[in-house]
């Protein structure tokens, strides 16, 4: 068990990834906070920054957007306070603005949700269910926690000690507190992170309240006063009893199959892998890991999507894994990989990394443009544009990245996500290193010096330098991926074969103060891959991985999809912008809407690219599984 | 052009559809009456029968059900008024008591409609656009048509005709009048039915008026009184602007596309083609072939179902037409089986037979069980009974049929039919008599005597024989299908080669007195069927077809059909009840949910029984359309 890597050990130096960020940092976070506070023409108004000057006394307008709205704040912010590990001057004042304006709207008792503030306080607690209330104030936290570890600063944290010292006093077991919780879990993964920061112990009380809470009977969410006022601002409107949506329908030890909203789903199972390596509560533990594996073996997509239906945004059941009428939020994938680091926290399996890797070069950086300032809220893995505009059960798919939405929740999650991304490469203590991600950085921890250079994912070598501090041994584990048939590795310019450990390569030595250069060389080569048979949707089709990264056809390249086939054994060539497959283009003399001329097959190379990449050129047609013959 | 066929001319005698007639006649009439008068257990309520009673101060209860309620009793006055055609004590007594019910209901203006009666008439004539008040008095029009046409008898046409005098008091272009329609399009062909039934003129031009003011601008939905009442009774709730929804974007002679709800529109339709008729408006004719085209080459399953879409029960684009998430309302496929007959009342051409008997065959049949008392109300080419349960997109299909419905359309639709379905095999008038389709029968209209005798579609061999009362020369046609690749005809024994015009075998002689014997043999093989490759969702599948019938392969003698393919260029065997297609079974060894395992083929016949058959053994899978290899 590990706690979380601090963000300040870890560097990022170059690669894809840093690419990314670097966007994020310079024109995302920018356009993100413009986007909040009203100045972007043409785009949704938000009301994010006017509501808590609204609360603040400070504008007469009335309460705008959806009751969530206030977390888009706070996730620009812990977005933004990530992003000044780079010096960045608009930034940074944008960030100084918000933290004031914020102190600004907090009320004297702690509280600070600007709905209810500027609704007169009216039925606060009421309704939690839908309310978003401790939804939001967990993203305070986290934003705060985040603006504590790497900027070092202490406003924001006051604000969100505060805010949820006064939730303390609000809620819990003792009597006169409300047993209940939120509809959508974030404030539980949130307070483990303020205890973790400030090692105050009934923030982790709370926690653990709220998450062993949630499920209990009678149910909270059937027995709460319900808000009058917070219906026309619901997120969600759905069956009163579908208690599954929210994660409540039964305690988290009872738990076996992920069902519900996709986000709340890995937010919620993220705080109980945490209460399970605090407490070292391994049965928890395994309660949560089967969670994760029903999500991973069952529900996932080959993109790291997750989330079947539109309905609920929701998981539906196992196998159901359509790649056209799908939701996959870009928010779920970002869950996905934070419930896996949490987990890795705990168990050293290169499980975990395999699909963090998974969900970040695909569900994730398929979520933002390459202009960094339009994003996908649904990623399917197959999109007909025409479908999307005419159909209405398609229409919550697009065939191009949107400005903005009227639930935002997606674009600063995207940013907070890749400016944090310094913290997930990593884990360790003073006896292990172990390397997760293959990301071009520097880490500086428990006393161990290690930086890698790689161009991965574009191609699989990496070269590793270590160096500890003091001449106790340790060992130096690294991720083996699954995806990876072929690896070599050489510790200072001689082949080793190391043992492989629950998927890491160990490599141990009685000393490692003299820098220690490991190369690891991993095949990458184009690959097909199919669906279980249990997948009935994607019987008959195949789709191109070269590495974690998955492939696609975009009509900008091949013209119509829906005639293309992969040849069965045919072969792939070329590598990471572009590879071609042998298929066929199905032909037929048109006799008609239906006749008995059968169809001919052409041979047609296929051009793929990869699905982080999709996208970004107009409108069109894309397609990762294809069928084959 | 040739007015509708009397039903009295025509006998049908046996075969297929004649045990369906008895079933409909013995089991479903019957049992609609009862679920109509809420007698029957365990299903949903009606409250039909108690409205009327209501209305007529007989009963004090609330009005139930929607708003359209009051047509499921016209529907089912007019498939035992048909039924009737065979002697049926319950049936008569049932009929009796409903036609009293009605006259005591009945205004002494004419008015008729239990919702507004019962709400003390407030609002009515608001909201046409959903409040079905017109819809429902064209079937009640229709019932009496078909009362006074089979049974002759006169109570029920004269209360349809003091309500259509009535409607013609409050609606017409003429000052003080409404200048509007109502949203579901069915007064429209009733009027024109009861014009051709009673001579009477001021029933054409309503009915013309009607026709032609659909979709004139200002638009009538946008200005008329909006009722307060009926919200919670509506069948439909969709954007306020959505004028295609109902036909009523366009006047019909601007109209170039089939667009929004399947039913509405086959009977808008039909309409427009009635008063092409009898005015003999060419131009008016073209423009609703144009739009039946546009249905039958681009809009339309192999079964002949329509509506692709379950949003507006409705139209979506050109060759959308998805096998699983689809529509293909019953009476979708019912109005577009009588558009297609009241069109080959004009123009005498194969087209329209052929899709007469495809819709009848396989889209019609499979709306009913073979119990006579259950129902589809949608009708998909694939169905995954999971799927149906577990996705809320998917819900509004079902893998078995349904004893009732909140909107109980279907079920009276079928049966009335069923029941009419003598006059849809020939039409005819003194010097050509055109057999359409081919069903044990007995016809003796304009002087001709036609008798048929054959086991269609179970076979293609049909036994002709045809006498003409007066020496005056004649010309039999028989349509020959488009399925139809060989064909042999006889006439008393001796092979012929008639001409074949317009899809029909012409054979002329200068006089019938004598019997002659015409037969017919139709090579009827099983076939494999594709489609265009402009459907998307049907490249690389084939389905099966024999004759005018569809099959589809079932869980039930398949087992999971998921991983079934066709082997292309593969033998069919078996006819009739029971077609063998070669197969293979994809096969694979499971390595997770994501693998490099390629899927193997095994040989593995696949069992198909007509489309009309499924769902009759139980929970189980079913797919019309299958991949092929
Ligand atoms: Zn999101
Ligand atoms: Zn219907």
Redesign the interface.
């Known amino acids: 068990m590990y706690k979380e890597t601090s963000i300040k050990d870890v560097k990022i130096t170059g690669g894809l990834l840093h690419e990314k960020r670097m966007l994020a940092a310079g024109k995302t976070i920018p356009y993100i906070k413009k986007a909040l506070n009203d100045e972007i023409e043409g785009i949704e108004p938000s009301g994010a920054f006017e509501n808590f000057r609204i609360a603040a006394g400070e504008s007469d307008r009335e309460f705008y957007g959806l009751v969530s709205q206030d977390s888009d704040v706070y996730k620009w912010m812990e977005a933004a306070a990530l992003a000044l590990q780079y010096e960045n001057q608009e930034t940074l004042a944008a960030f100084d603005e918000a933290a004031d304006l914020l102190k600004r709207a907090q009320q004297k008792n702690g509280y600070l949700n600007t709905y209810y503030i500027i609704h007169g306080l009216k039925d606060k607690w009421h309704y939690l269910k839908e309310s978003c209330q401790l939804y939001c104030a967990g993203h305070l936290i986290e934003a705060a926690v985040s603006a504590h570890q790497v900027l070092g600063r202490t406003d924001l944290l006051e604000i969100a000690e505060a805010y949820a010292d006064y939730i303390d006093h609000c809620f819990g077991p003792e009597a006169g507190k409300i047993r209940g919780y939120d509809g959508h879990a974030e404030i539980e993964p949130a307070l483990y992170r303020l205890y973790e920061d400030t090692g105050i112990d009934r923030y982790k009380r709370l926690a653990d309240f709220f998450v062993e809470e949630r499920g209990r009977k009678p149910y909270f969410f059937s027995e709460e006063p319900r808000n009058t006022n917070v219906g026309n601002n619901l997120v969600y409107e759905l069956d009163e009893s579908d208690y599954r949506h929210s994660q409540s329908h039964l305690p988290i030890r009872e738990q076996n199959e992920a069902v519900g909203h996709a986000v709340k789903a890995m937010y919620f199972y993220t705080a109980a892998a945490d209460k399970a390596r605090l407490d070292h509560d391994m049965d928890l533990f395994q309660h949560v890991k089967k969670l994760w594996r029903n999500v991973?073996?069952?529900k996932?997509y080959?993109t790291g999507a997750i989330g079947?239906?539109?309905?609920?945004e929701s998981f539906?059941?196992p196998y159901?894994l359509p790649s056209d009428?799908m939701y996959g939020e870009t928010c779920a994938s970002i869950g996905l990989f934070l419930l896996s680091y949490h987990l890795l926290l705990i168990e050293n399996d290169s499980q975990y990394g395999d699909i963090m890797e998974k969900t970040l070069y695909n569900g994730i950086l398929a979520g933002i443009s390459e202009s960094g300032t339009e994003f996908f809220y649904t990623n399917a893995l197959e999109i007909?544009p025409?479908?999307c505009e005419?159909?209405?059960?398609y229409s919550h798919l697009k065939y191009e990245r949107q400005p903005w939405f009227d639930c935002p929740c997606c674009p600063p999650n995207i940013a907070r996500l890749l400016m944090g991304l310094n913290k997930y490469i990593y884990t360790g203590d003073e006896h292990n290193f172990n390397i997760h991600l293959f990301i071009n950085s520097e880490a500086d921890m428990n006393g161990w010096t290690v930086t890698q250079d790689t161009v991965y994912p574009r191609a699989g070598e990496i070269r590793i330098r270590v160096r500890k501090a003091d001449s106790t041994p340790g060992v130096l584990r690294i991720r083996v991926p699954s995806w990876c048939g072929k690896i070599r590795i050489k510790k200072n310019r001689q082949e080793i074969h190391p043992v492989i450990n629950r998927g890491y390569a160990e490599i141990e030595q009685e000393c490692w103060m003299e820098e220690t250069e490991i190369q690891v060389d991993m095949e990458m080569l184009p690959?097909?891959?199919?669906?279980?048979?249990?997948?009935?949707s994607l019987?008959?089709k195949?789709a191109v991985m070269r590495g974690p990264v998955v492939y696609c056809a975009e009509e900008a390249d091949n013209g119509d999809l829906?005639?293309l086939?992969f040849k069965?054994?045919g072969n792939l060539s070329g590598d990471v912008d572009l590879i071609y497959a042998e298929g066929y283009r199905?032909?037929?003399k048109?006799?008609?809407?239906?006749?008995?001329?059968?169809?001919q097959f052409e041979d047609n190379a296929i051009c793929l690219v990869p699905y982080y990449h999709w996208g970004n050129r107009g409108k069109g047609g894309m397609c990762v599984f294809m069928?084959e013959?």
């Not at 079947?308 to 609920?312: D, I, K």
């Not at 097909?528 to 249990?534: E, F, G, I, N, R």
């Open positions: 991973t073996e069952e996932m080959l079947s239906s539109a309905y609920g539906t059941y159901d009428l007909d025409e479908r005419k159909r209405q059960d690959r097909k891959v199919y669906a279980s048979l249990q997948v009935h019987i008959g195949a829906s005639g086939f069965r054994k199905c032909t037929k048109e006799t008609g809407l239906y006749g008995c001329e059968p169809p069928k013959r």
